[in-house]
């Protein structure tokens, strides 16, 4: 029993993580632009406007996939938790692959926003 509530809040992590740092980056992202903390990619880092507008959008972005994942992860972990652990272990192994999907494919999606609202040098397009 400890084990499959283990399971269950250890499957909860990736989306409490996106939101947490959704929200932490829509109100207060990291001010000047470092290679340790924040949403670092080359076209982000380019220049200020660039490091602000990937915060903000990725914030938000993962605030919207962080609540979605966060809601059915809670609702397949509640459906699978009496069920045997090699059913209950499938579940969750999809789960936390699909949380990862998520995760990777909103750098696709921030990045692509990035392009159509920057130049290759970080410049606001008009």
Partial sequence: MRFKIFIFVCNLIIPAIMLFFGVKFTKHGPKNINGIYGYRTS??????????????????????????????SIIFSVLVFTSDDVVQGIIEVILVTIQTIALIVSIFSVEKELKKNFDKNGNIRN
């Fill in 43 to 72: 076209m982000s880092m380019k220049s200020k406007e660039t490091w602000e507008f990937a915060h903000q959008y990725s914030g938000m972005l993962w605030i919207k996939l962080g609540f979605i994942i966060l809601i059915i």
